[in-house]
């Protein structure tokens, strides 16, 4: 098999950087797509296979390679979705997008960082935060894909159209819906400060076993959500209510009393990690809305953590 360093006729390929320069859109774009950074990084190496698996030709022939990869890319995450429903019968509990370290964090090692840096690729900014990503998840595939290339990528409706395959109308009245989605599930946000002091109180109360200090943090209606995804334990459905959410997180310290709490940004976002020797066993992302918390998602899937752990 070729590689973009080595086309197929061995010469050197003209294009090559320019055709390289797509792969982080390409990643942002297929993560907000589907909610996982390996399964963006899978859809980009296929993306670019196909593109190789061409004569120099028919690349020479494509008048935007940009747009070509991006239709191609936007093509595989639409089947990929449509699959992924498939699959999440047979999930086992909740399932939460994958979650996402903030750069200086991942580099200075804060919060477990590796020397592959995510943030690299995929741009950290509201398209990208816990609540956004989760409400992207109960759309329609096709509500998605013309949401986030419309409404985040700016990509008009006659391209989406070639993407969707559906009318450019069609397509309007896609993102249209999705959009009413969005803008229903969102409360008003609380100023970035007041955010990340309302998480560092819920550490601190969390540590202290504070069953009070936890309730006061907590909507009364707030939601817990795990994702253990069948290999770690997990609480199977969301816990509903602040007594019973700040009761779990009071048991939970007593069930593992050597992990340690940190502050991380998490999907750009205030969030916590739990570590156990070093080691991120969980990473949370919080939903404050006002002064309240309102959604809490743990993942601790140890598949969806590897940007957290790996070495």
Known sequence: MTTPSEPGDGRLDPGLSAIMSERRRLTNLAYRLLGSLADAEDVVQETYARWYAMSRQQQEGIESPGAWLTRVAGRICLDLLGSARARRESY???????????????????????????????TLDESVNMAFLVVLDSMTPAERVAFILHDVFRYSFAEVAEIVGRTPA????????????????????????????????????????????????????????????????????????????????????????KA???????????????????????????????????????VLNPDKLRPWTAG
């Open 260 to 298: 340690t709490i940190l502050e991380c940004t998490v999907n750009g976002q205030p969030g916590l990690v739990a570590q156990l020797d070093g080691v991120t066993v969980s990473v949370l992302a919080f939903d404050v809305a006002g002064d309240r918390i309102k959604r809490i998602w743990a």
């Open 92 to 122: 086992v509990g909740e399932w939460i997008p994958e979650p996402l370290p903030e750069r200086t964090e991942w580099i200075s090692g804060r919060c477990g960082g590796t020397t592959a840096d995510p943030a690299d690729r995929v």
């Open 170 to 257: 069609a397509c309007r009245q896609l993102a249209s819906s999705a959009r009413r989605r969005i803008h229903a599930s969102r409360a008003p946000a609380a100023p970035a400060a007041q955010r990340a002091g309302i998480v560092r109180a819920f550490k601190q109360a969390w540590a202290a076993k504070d069953i009070d200090a936890l309730i006061g943090l907590l909507d009364p209606d707030a939601t817990a959500t795990g994702d253990g995804g069948g290999l770690v334990s997990a609480v199977l459905r969301p816990i509903e209510g602040a007594e019973r959410i700040a009761r779990f997180f009071a048991d939970r310290t007593s069930a593992v009393p």
